[in-house]
């Protein structure tokens, strides 16, 4: 790091080689959508080499990097939240008054319920979503309720990790 | 590599814009020399020199200053060291020039003349005094003599060749004896 910080670019592709491992299982336990990781580890990576010229050699190489992943984590999942808010998407409420373990637990447990629903059909994904916000379409009641039905149970069985995850 | 494969790798994706926002910060860093070497020719042109001189000149030193911050190393530690001892021969000159002229034994010299002898002087002492921290210390007194020298001649070219060839050999002679007497520190970077 100090002689990547001094110019010394035969330093780089060691650093980022041993880095990169590092920063992306880092973001992945932060974020439950692996190419939201992704994205992560990449920024923090690219503000990490833009800034390390500035590099204290007192400090932890590693703890700056891991702070610098963090950051990124925070900053794409708040931008998600947003994102998610301004497109109208149903929110999965939390409680904001629960503590902090267990906000966290209800955060990562709206991200397994986007991660699966993302995996259903587009037809699947709608009815799923109609369902929670308790909307019915105009006509055929009973076709309605049958594909419903149908699309929960695909919904359950990727949550449970089923025949049908594949 | 194929962009192709950089572009389908997350790895080598991440590990191809984390080398150019690299290069992007180290060609931030010579901002501040830039900076610097703008605010030397700005001096240099109120002491009335040619604007093309003083440009010409800032502006190679400007490059210089900037390309040892990009690549870094040696000469690029050597870059603010070498600057700021260029700043007694470029102001020594514009200090003394009110002055005019001083006689001695029958004949009459210009004080920038002096000024810029002994700013030489002093930019060479200073930059001895840094380079003896250094491991390759003469490549650090080469790479901030150069500067030292480049923003000199802002300064210096009001006393004409005479002051120029006079503050580049009092750089060199008062560096280079302090370098060659002084025992290389045991923790010399």
Redesign the interface.
Known sequence: MIRLADGDRTAFDPIFTALWPLVLRFSERFLADPRDAEDAAQTALIKLFSHISDFDPERDALAWALGIAAYECKTLRKKKQRRRETAGEVPIEADERAGPESLASQRETEAIVREILSTLSEKDRELVLMHMEDRRPPGDDATFRKRLSRALRRFKLNFTGGPNDA | MHDSRIAED??E???L???R??E???LR?GLLPALLTLLFTLISLSLGREPLYSGAIGLGLAAIAVLFT????IP??AVLPGLVAGMPPLLFPWALRSVGHYCTSGSCHSLCLLGCVSGGLVAGFLLGKWATNQSARYTFLASGGILATGAGLLGCTMAGAAGMVGMSAALVLSSVPILMLSPTPSGAR
């Open positions: 997350p790895k994706r991440a590990r814009l984390a080398r926002a690299y992007r910060g180290r860093l990009y690549r870094g190393g690029g530690r």
